[in-house]
């Protein structure tokens, strides 16, 4: 905390992401493809794979070092 009271910001914010939206659609789609086709359900297991990978790969290049 400051003098004045305040909570100081991060010095840099992170990017938003595509990826825990990506993952929730996926996820829809793999539930809703349960209780009508296998298709559905394979498209978004396909979804939710890809977002994850695209999640993990924003989460390392926040966390790696520079140099």
Known sequence: MT???H???PERLPKPSFAPPTLAAGLLLLLW???T???ISALGLAIAAFAIS????DAR??????G
């Not at 695209?54 to 790969?57: G, M, V």
């Not at 290049?61 to 520079?66: F, I, Y």
């Open 3 to 5: 003098e004045g009271g």
């Open 7 to 9: 909570k100081p910001l």
């Open 33 to 35: 493809g349960v209780v």
């Open 37 to 39: 086709s296998w298709i």
């Open 54 to 57: 695209l999640w993990i790969r």
């Open 61 to 66: 290049d926040k966390t790696a070092k520079p």
